[in-house]
């Protein structure tokens, strides 16, 4: 998989995650306000990519996939923190659990599908 398609794919995962969320509260649906709930979480998304050096293998489950995923959720809490929004623990366990199974989800969606593709080339 090209990195910039995985690059998009966590930004969509984490947009994804923002969009399900402030609808779910029925929050305002103004740019600004998706714009402030998704920049801690896409900055720690990019910090996992950082620390993984996820342009070498984007698409790996480990590290890169646990590392996008727990960078995203102990990055975007902690600057939710310092920026003045909330952290309650219910929301930092749905952020765990969802952003866990979407950042990780479509890495192992993809290892299927490659999987596939490499036994029907073989067969």
Known sequence: MRNYLA???DVCSVLVFVAIGRASHE???SLAGFATTA???LVGAGV???LTRAWRRADALVPTG???WVSAVAVGMVLRAVSGQ???LAFVIVATLFLGAVLLGWRLAARVVQGRRTSASAG
């Open 86 to 88: 909330g952290t309650a």
């Open 66 to 68: 646990v590392g996008v």
């Open 39 to 41: 920049w801690p979480f």
């Open 27 to 29: 929050e305002a649906a």
């Open 7 to 9: 690059g998009l794919a």
């Open 48 to 50: 996992g990519w950082g």
